[in-house]
């Protein structure tokens, strides 16, 4: 199985700050046959479902304020978050789908300092 | 707009069957490029991927290995909607469920379904 690992366990920043969430996966999420990264990543508030906020890596999901940005390759991810507003506090995870069974992070949780 | 509908008891004893469904409205279990999966999260197991279900030609299931002697994902195209059926279930089986759609990142969850395994 893949391994994603996120860092840090727990983040706090001050409102409008940047937030940033690493992810690192034991092998390539790079597929060759689509050139792309096959890696999401999720917001969870507490009592409600994961939401899907980024997918192959970096493209933003329809109605994701632009303030949420992906990025990275290969086997190292980050999800910024430009300006913290305080809705944005919540659990992060990261995903991959290259290859069954899909696995996620432990989760980052992120607060307000 | 998808939406996904999950249906079934909170509370199975040990060793029986634990069974849930998720409607769907907005797709089709059957549409190309859709894969219908079960997730489950817990404090100490964390996001788990139990299996999926899917058409493309034909029905395709996959399995978490950990769970594959005890998983059954089917599908119901008459009334649009996936089940999870996951047998002999121990306490440690005791988590907040839910139906998702991949397409294929994870774009739609049901609302979850809190299962607890006690007698």
């Known amino acids: 199985d893949i391994v994603m690992n996120q860092s840090p366990d727990s983040l706090a920043v001050s409102l409008g700050e940047r937030a940033t969430i690493n992810c690192k996966s034991s092998?390539?999420?790079?597929?060759?046959?689509?050139?792309?990264?096959?890696v999401a990543w999720y917001q969870q508030k507490p009592g409600q479902p994961p939401k899907l906020l980024i997918y192959w890596a970096s493209t933003r999901e329809s109605g994701v304020p632009d303030r949420f940005s992906g990025s990275g390759s290969g086997t190292d991810f980050t999800l910024t978050i430009s300006s913290l507003q305080a809705e944005d506090v919540a659990v992060y995870y990261c995903?991959?789908?290259?290859?069954?069974?899909?696995?996620f992070g432990q989760g980052t949780k992120l607060e307000i300092k | 707009q998808v939406q996904l509908q999950q249906s079934g008891p909170g509370l199975v004893k040990p060793s029986q069957t634990l069974s849930l469904t998720c409607d769907i409205s907005g797709d089709s279990v059957s549409s190309n490029g859709a894969a219908w999966n079960w997730i489950r999260q817990s404090p100490s197991r964390g996001l788990e991927w139990l299996g999926r279900t899917y058409y493309t030609s034909k029905w395709y299931n996959d399995y978490a290995v950990s769970m594959k002697s005890r998983i059954i994902i089917n599908s119901d195209t008459s009334k649009n909607q996936f089940s999870l059926h996951l047998s002999s279930v121990t306490p440690e089986d005791t988590a907040m469920y839910y139906c998702v759609r991949a397409r294929p990142a994870c774009d739609y969850w049901g609302q979850g379904t809190q299962v607890t395994v006690s007698s």
């Open positions: 092998q390539s999420l790079l597929y060759s046959f689509n050139n792309k990264n096959h």
């Open positions: 995903q991959q789908y290259y290859s069954t069974p899909y696995t």
